[in-house]
């Protein structure tokens, strides 16, 4: 099969958010202890945490990550969580139907996310609790000193605040499953005046409204609409979220579900900017698709985990090599949308249908999926370019017309470097030409694939069979890039460019 691309500084989507390569660490199954917090593991570090999975969290180059829920943080007090470790209650998560220790909570928290290097993307409960919680909890965080809950947090070890930026305003508020599940109406009056009361304490900070827990939800579209129209003033961003299963089993098909999200973001998109224009506002929402990922491993499993344990290994999930296709066109299909999408987290990190994995008292590794994210997220800076491409399409029972090419490229002017992400979804090798019209390429300086595995492959602890490896199936010839991408394959083209003038 043979395709063209071509790729135009005049084609700008927008820059990109470094936010877009966020994830999520819930308190649920494993995540947390038995996951980043281990202290009886070889390499756990003073403070109890595993340094083998901080040097994997650093690899991938997370920059935020959303805490502490997820469903979990909707029946969970932030009060727990602090003070003295010894005396932290023991309480009965009734998302997880597990017992959460709090022996990890928001200071030990923090000084992970330092040692990773990613800001804390905070959740506050909107189920049990409401805006009196949440304004308190940003004063503890973020008022300098002098306070009640500023000194508390003094007295706690931490002098300076925690400056927390970006925080969301409950947890998938939509859902039936919610602790304190609210219809639309309920949750925008709440949602309105907590995020009120939040920025009143601090008016730097930026708050999320949820939008509805997928795009199949009964209630999609009327409860963006009418959330949107209640505290649209008050609010920075809507949140979106979805996971991707394989229920028919159908390559073709599963691949295809990048198609589903690139959808689901126009339309909520729409929907905010219809409700910008009956308001009459200047103020722009954008989008923080803050829970995204593939689910659907682990999901017999779950069944036979006995309830009121401590960290249960729940959501499990061991991605294999069509996991790993279809995460690209995923990533690729956010960035198509980095105009409006601004943060993203993919849900979870470790463990938790995660991209990194422990063993007790064992190894940490790295599944499938965790390489696309990688790649992207430390190459996928700068502006991100449509390009125009011709290639053949195949359809399926959801969409006409599904590009057997998925891709998109990102120029960043400050490594003077364009890179290409590009996912061949056919099961024939591709001829790629690639040319630029307005962008003067000196070389390739990599290329790497992932392909020619079964798509049924997964890494195991002591075998990482699945990642990019390096090819020279490329040549540069009048101002074009040649290249093959070989069928069923996820492939990284960085070429450096001719500083822009
Ligand atoms: O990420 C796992 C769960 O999925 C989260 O707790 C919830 O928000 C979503 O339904």
Known sequence: MKAKMSVNRTQGIGTVDRRLYGSFIEHMGRAVYGGIYEPSHP??????FRQDVIELVKELSVPLIR??????????????SIGSRNQRPKRLDLAWRSIETNQVGLHEFAKWCQEVGAEINMAVNLGTRGLDAARNLVEYCNYPSGTYWSE???EHGQEEPFAIKTWCLGNEMDGPWQIGHKTAKEYGRLAEETAKAMKLVDDSIEVVLCGSSSSSMPTFGEWELTVLDQAYEQVDYLSLHQYYGNPTDDLKHY????LDMDQFISGVVAMCDAIKAKKHSKKQINLSFDEWNIWYHSAEHDLTVKPWQVAPPLLED???FEDALLLGCLLITLLKHSDRVKIACLAQLVNVIAPIMTEENGSAWRQTIYYPFMQVATLGQGVALRPEITVDSYSTSDFEEVPYLESIA????????????????????????????DIQVTEVSDFSEMSGHDIKTVNQPDKEQIKPVKS???EQKDQQIHCLLKSLSWNVIRMS?????
Do not use: C
Not at 67 to 80: A, K, L, R, T
Not at 255 to 258: G, Y
Not at 418 to 434: D, I, T, W, Y
């Open 43 to 48: 390499s756990a570090n003073q403070a109890g």
């Open 67 to 80: 805490y502490p829920g997820g469903n979990f943080v909707s029946g969970f007090d932030w009060e727990d």
């Open 152 to 154: 508390k947090r003094r």
């Open 255 to 258: 691949l295809a579900r990048s």
């Open 318 to 320: 061991h991605y294999n």
């Open 410 to 437: 990102v120029m960043n002017d400050d490594k003077n470097e364009l890179v290409v992400f590009a996912v061949n979804r056919g099961e024939e090798n591709m001829e790629l030409s690639l040319d630029f019209s």
């Open 472 to 474: 020279t199936a490329y």
């Open 497 to 501: 460019v001719v500083p822009k003038i």
